[in-house]
């Protein structure tokens, strides 16, 4: 087991604090898909509930960090270091009761990504990786996928899809875990247009440091992110291939 840095200690604990009451009220939200009411308003609430509970972790081990979260948005302190949350990414899943979302944080120095955690608390998947330092998925080592033929891949996307594409993809609805499962090899790329940086900002050291390649990505900006992501074998034709997109 590789040991965990301190930055990555405090981000998995509050994502894990946070993972309870998610679970909770996942079930919760399944019983009401049947009932008159919708759930909406319940989701909402489970969407603040967590990232609450993560702030309030990560201003405990680092008061001077800045912050900038999905339901919040940013807060300014005096250290140039940034916690970026997404309490949960892959709302809509959540809301229509389908197990696929994830708690989603990152650590920006200056302007760079240096460290991210994407949990799955459904599933109990947690991906990591922090610069220079690999990624890893529940503390076994992961790498991006090694195939090189376009036609025997499989990719994954989410939004609107504006082109007919000669190749196969899927769309699960986390832009957190299509970057995770790249990472670990499950999916050989994903693109996706029009993102937020805190879908992204974890899963971008992840995949970098699972040997993935991504398209150069201005981390000062926070909307309007157009990625394209995969392993290096494929990544040529993959961009050549989305050259439109």
């Not at 939200?29 to 049947?34: D, H, I, P």
């Not at 025997?152 to 499962?181: H, M, P, Q």
């Amino acid at each position: 087991m590789q040991s965990i840095s301190p930055h990555l200690n405090i981000m998995i604990k509050a994502s894990e604090k946070a993972s309870k009451v998610l679970i909770r009220d996942f079930g919760e939200v399944e019983k009401l898909q049947v009932a008159n009411k919708g759930p909406s308003d319940f989701v909402t609430n489970a969407d603040l509930k967590a990232e609450k509970i993560i702030i309030e972790e990560l201003k405990r081990a680092k008061p001077n960090y800045s912050i900038l979260s999905e339901e919040k948005g940013r807060e300014n302190n005096k250290d140039n270091k940034t916690w970026i949350i997404d309490p949960i990414d892959g709302t809509i899943n959540f809301l229509h009761g389908i197990p696929h979302f994830a708690i989603s944080i990152a650590l920006k120095d200056n302007n760079e990504i240096i460290a991210g955690i994407i949990f799955d608390p459904i599933k109990d998947e947690m991906f990591y990786a922090e610069k220079n330092n690999g990624a890893f998925f529940n503390n076994q080592r992961i790498r991006v996928s090694k195939k090189n033929n376009i036609s025997e891949c499989l990719f994954v996307t989410g939004g609107k899809i504006d082109n007919n594409y000669d190749f196969l993809f899927r769309k699960t609805g986390s832009a957190a875990l299509d970057l995770a499962y790249v990472a670990a090899g499950r999916y050989d790329g994903y693109f996706q247009k029009k993102l937020n940086l805190w879908d992204i900002a974890a899963g971008i050291v992840i995949l970098k440091e699972a040997g993935g390649l991504i398209n150069e990505i201005d981390v000062s900006n926070t909307k309007d992110i157009n990625i394209i992501a995969s392993n290096s074998e494929i990544n040529a034709i993959f961009r050549e291939k989305l050259i439109n997109f």
